[in-house]
């Protein structure tokens, strides 16, 4: 209830006439969807140049992201025909009215438009219907695909006219229909499978209902294990009927769907009326109490939407009175089916996004959707500006180009059960504590500045999402994406943050873009004292200190530990005239300066949680031997008793038993 009440609150808060702009397409929190029927494909699609066909098609997918929604449910077989070049099933006349090979592939073009814009996409086939009129059913009389198929069919009478299916109760039948879908999910990249609510029609059989259910869900079934045998990843819904009682009769078995697994993975019940509803001089809530018996049929989790009738928007009926007498329709289906735990719903149909008489239902509704969806909020406090203004959902927050820390960060979520948890590495005190929900991470007012984040979500939040983020570090530029709790930004390397983007993404949803180091830390930094040069800048993970090639003696080194994991590192050098020195640790000096004394030897050693860690190795340039093998966690590399200058070395940390970075022969050579 309480939920309802917040919800309606939104409701009335938002109630505008002009459409708002659509949020990005690619969040699938919830499917928003359309349904691309026939009808939609003859009046916008049919007997196109393929050209012709791109564009208009992406205008459609255009309009429909304005509006909000993230899915289209296109229908490739409406009659047991198909819009894409099938072995099992003819041209279909709505996308070529002569009925031949248009000379592309519709569907294939279809999906990668779609996929471009960040839709998801969907088949929506017809499982049994080969023809709906008189004229139909002679014209598909004279076909090929007849002659194959007539076997199991049921010609049947419809109103006046003559009409053709497939037999639901026909093992041929459900084999065609299978292979038809097997072929859409095997060499198209659709994101769904959907059927309509068109099973056992008025006048086709007088079976009794349990054979009728009988029959459509050996189809069912059949169709959700090849699906899952082929790709996993598609999904299987079904759209009923909205009224239970006609689902049922006409062999929907949707107790059966809904309460046992391996049927489908959504179901999304047409439920087309209003709660303004006159029945018996008596208003009802028809939608509303629709939507609870279906949420009640819910007893294996699958996902719920529902099919909403955007067509029938403005309509003057003699019962169903909330269409003409108020434009909060939809909205108010959409927060009622949100509140009984709905996960979104399908618009039927395309063409309407283009009436007049719809503008107001769907600015009310796209509002409405906008202000209820899950956003990321957050703040940065930046150098000499001090607290930026909030942003949201992947928008830039601080600074790029004008050399200004981050300093501080506040970040909290809307719309959605669960919080978010951070921490920042900020400069010389390193990593923080977390915090979390809108606490300040960093500092302000201490000109410190922040050099990598952590975030994660909490709860329902980090259950239906991913948290991606992604930072501006200086002399890096903008870093790879960083994931629910990874790092991203630097350390060890003294580099401040600039800028942060944050974003939600469904649950096993695409990165917002490339994911390649969004993190930069050297684990280990070392500098030598060389001959005539004096000390060197550090240098890190492996690369070389020193010279090779200029006969120039190493006279001592500083070494220390950067990776964040807490121990030391330790060691000591063989020095010329006086052997081995003491051990020393974490950037102290080991050998001499201003002595003309060269390092002939060195052994390096981790502890404490680093040795857990990582292995070190290390290796040495020598005179005459030039570059020796590697050793390994305190093992001497160099020489001794040979009076041989080390020139250059290298120093790594490897993962714990992992494998060496080259050779570990002859690593140390003794007199």
Avoid at 20 to 29: F, L
Avoid at 241 to 257: F, H, P, Q
Avoid at 310 to 325: A, P
Avoid at 517 to 531: C, G, S
Wanted: hydrophobic share 35%; charged share 20%; glycine share 10%.
């Amino acid at each position: 209830m309480a939920l309802m009440i917040a919800l309606f609150m939104a409701l009335s808060a938002v109630m505008v006439t002009d459409v708002k702009s659509g949020v990005q397409a690619s969040d699938y929190s919830e499917k928003r969807a359309c349904w691309i029927a026939y009808l939609d494909i003859q009046k916008y699609l049919r007997d196109k140049s393929e050209s012709d066909f791109r564009r208009l098609f992406t205008n459609m997918c255009n309009n429909v992201i304005s509006n909000n929604m993230n899915t289209v449910i296109v229908q490739v077989r409406p009659m047991s025909d198909a819009i894409y070049p099938s072995a099992y099933f003819p041209w279909s006349e709505y996308i070529n009215s002569n009925g031949q090979n248009p000379g592309y592939d519709p569907l294939k073009i279809m999906i990668e438009i779609a996929h471009s814009k960040g839709l998801k996409i969907e088949a929506w086939i017809n499982p049994y219907r080969v023809s709906n009129s008189t004229s139909h059913t002679n014209a598909v009389k004279n076909t090929e695909f007849y002659n194959a198929h007539s076997g199991y069919m049921i010609e049947y009478t419809s109103g006046e006219h003559i009409c053709l299916a497939l037999d639901p109760s026909r093992q041929e039948a459900r084999n065609l229909i299978i292979n038809g879908v097997k072929e859409i999910v095997s060499n198209y990249s659709v994101d769904g499978i959907h059927l309509d609510d068109y099973f056992y029609v008025t006048g086709m059989s007088d079976l009794d209902v349990a054979s009728k259910k009988a029959n459509v869900n050996a189809l069912v079934k059949e169709l959700y294990s090849s699906i899952k045998s082929i790709k996993p990843s598609v999904e299987f819904g079904i759209s009923p009927a909205g009224n239970l009682e006609n689902a049922r009769s006409a062999g929907a078995d949707v107790d059966t769907w809904m309460s046992q697994s391996g049927y489908i993975d959504y179901i999304m019940p047409q439920i087309y009326w209003t709660d303004n509803y006159l029945s018996g001089g008596q208003y009802t809530t028809l939608f509303t109490n629709r939507a609870n018996e279906w949420a009640g049929l819910n007893k294996s989790g699958v996902k719920m939407y529902v099919g909403l009738a955007l067509y029938r928007v403005g309509e003057n009926s003699e019962t169903d009175k909330g269409w003409s007498q108020q434009s909060t329709n939809l909205m108010q289906q959409y927060i009622t089916a949100k509140s009984l735990g709905y996960s979104g719903y399908a618009l039927f149909r395309y063409a309407w996004l283009d009436e007049d008489k719809a503008k107001t239902e769907l600015a009310n509704l796209n509002n409405v959707v906008s202000s209820l969806q899950p956003t990321i909020n957050y703040t940065t406090h930046i150098q000499n500006i001090g607290w930026a203004q909030t942003v949201k959902d992947g928008e830039v927050s601080g600074t790029s180009g004008q050399s200004k820390r981050l300093e501080g960060i506040k970040i909290n979520l809307n719309n959605i059960s669960g919080g978010v948890t951070y921490r920042t590495h900020v400069q010389t005190y390193g990593w923080q504590g977390w915090v979390s929900d809108g606490e300040l991470s960093g500092t302000s007012g201490q000109s410190k500045r922040l050099e990598a984040i952590e975030i994660k979500l909490t709860g329902e939040a980090e259950k239906r999402y991913d948290i991606y983020y992604r930072v501006h570090a200086q002399t890096y530029g903008w870093l790879g994406w960083a994931k629910n709790g990874e790092t991203a930004g630097t350390s060890g390397l003294s580099r401040r943050l600039e800028a942060i983007q944050i974003v939600l993404v469904p649950k096993g949803g695409t990165a917002p873009g490339d994911t390649s180091k969004p993190y930069i830390k050297y684990d280990v930094r070392y500098a030598t004292h060389v001959q005539t040069y004096g000390w060197q800048d550090e240098v890190y993970d492996g690369q070389s200190s020193g010279t090779v090639g200029s006969s120039k003696r190493l006279e001592a080194i500083t070494i220390r530990n950067t990776s964040g994991i807490s121990g030391s590192i330790q060691y000591r050098t063989h020095v010329q005239t006086y052997g081995w020195q003491g051990w020393v640790s974490d950037g102290a000096v080991s050998g001499t300066s201003g002595q003309s004394k060269r390092l002939e030897a060195i052994e390096i050693k981790l502890t404490g949680a680093l040795a857990d860690t990582y292995d070190v190795y290390y290796r040495v340039h020598c005179q005459t031997y030039g570059w020796l093998g590697w050793a390994k966690n305190g093992e001497s590399a160099g020489t001794s008793g040979l009076s041989r200058r080390m020139e250059a070395i290298q120093i790594v940390f490897v993962p714990k038993g992992g494998a060496a970075p080259g050779s570990t022969v002859n690593h140390y050579i003794q007199n």
